[in-house]
C-alpha cells in the first residue's frame, strides 16, 4: 500500500472516533484534509496514528538536528529564550531543565539555564511536565496550546535565541512561507532556526520520494513546474545563511537545517499551497509565487 493509502485508512478512522470540534484551522483550501489533519492532532491513547510521535527527547533532537544545536542550547544563560515549536508533549525542554543531556554538550559552569517555551496545537502536557514547571522557577517552563504558530499575535511570544522545530510545524504547516516568515520574526538577530524534514529532495542528493509512486513529503515547484529543493528555497530568504545536511542513512531519509537570522530585513519568497494530504506528517506541494 502506498503512504497515501495508509493515511487516508487512519485519517478516517480517527474522523470516526473523534467528532469534528470547533477548530481554528482555516479550513477552506484543502477542507477535508485539514479535518483529517485536526483529527490527528486530537487523537489520544489508541487512536493516535503509529506515525505520530510526541514525545522525541532531547538527545534524539541533540542526534537529528545540525550539530550546532546542541552546542548553541548548552551555551544560552538566564536572560535567553529557547522556543520549540510543536512540541508535542515537551519532552525536550523537560530533558533541558533535567540537565539529561549536559554529558554531551556541558553547560558554562554555573550558569542559569534559559527561559523555554513550548507550543503545541494540542496539549500535551504530562504530570511530569507540571511538576519540573513548577520546580524550575517563574516563566522558566512554559507550554502554550490551542494556537498554531500563525495565530500569535506578533508580540505575545517575544524574541529567541534559539527555534527548534522537529517534526512540528514546520513538517506540518499548509503554509510554509507564512510559518517561516513568523519564525523568522521571532528570531533575534544572530539567533537560529533549527529543523528537520522527512523525505525530500536533499540538496546536491540523488534520492527518490521513500514510498513508491509517492511525491517527495515536501515539495515546491516553480511556476512553470521546475522542481526547487527545500535548502534552495530557504537559501533564497533575504537576511539568513542557511546550512543543509542530507542524512541518507535515516528511514525514511530526512535533511537537517540550520536557519542563522543576519539581519533584520527578512523577505521570504511566498509560496501558494497546491497540494495537502493528511498524515504523520502531512504530504504537501508548493509553487513559488504569490
Ligand atoms: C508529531 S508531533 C512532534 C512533537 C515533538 N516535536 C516530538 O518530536 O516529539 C507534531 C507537533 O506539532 C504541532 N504542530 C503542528 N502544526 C503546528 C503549527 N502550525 N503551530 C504549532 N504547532 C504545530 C502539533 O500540535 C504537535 O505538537
Partial sequence: MTRNGVCTIVALILQALCPPQAWSADPAAFGEEILRQEAIYRSRGEQ?????TIDRSLLVYTYTLPDDF???LARLGAQDRWLD??????????DY????????????????????????IEDRRTPEWNETAAGAGAGKMRYLSSKRLREYAPDALGKFQIITDVIGGFSYTPDLSLFVERVLSLLERGGSFFTVLQDV?????????????????????TASGSE????????SIACVEVTCEFKAGWTPPIEVFGVRKVCDEISVPPLVTIHYAAGTPPERGFRLGN
Avoid at 48 to 52: A, K, L, Q, R, V
Avoid at 85 to 94: D, S, V
Avoid at 228 to 235: D, E, G, M, Y
Fill in 228 to 235: 526547487v529543493r527545500v535548502c534552495s528555497w530557504l537559501k
Fill in 85 to 94: 515549536i510543536g512540541a508535542g508533549r515537551g519532552q525536550a525542554i523537560l
Fill in 201 to 221: 529532495h536533499g540538496d546536491g542528493a540523488e534520492n527518490k520520494p521513500y514510498y513508491d509512486g509517492s511525491p517527495y513529503l515536501t515539495e515546491i515547484a
Fill in 97 to 120: 531543565f533535567r540537565g539529561s543531556t549536559e554529558a554531551m554538550n556541558p553547560p558554562v559552569p554555573g550558569r542559569p539555564k534559559a527561559q523555554a517555551v513550548a507550543i503545541s
Fill in 70 to 72: 546542541g552546542r548553541a
Fill in 48 to 52: 493516535m496514528p503509529d506515525g505520530y
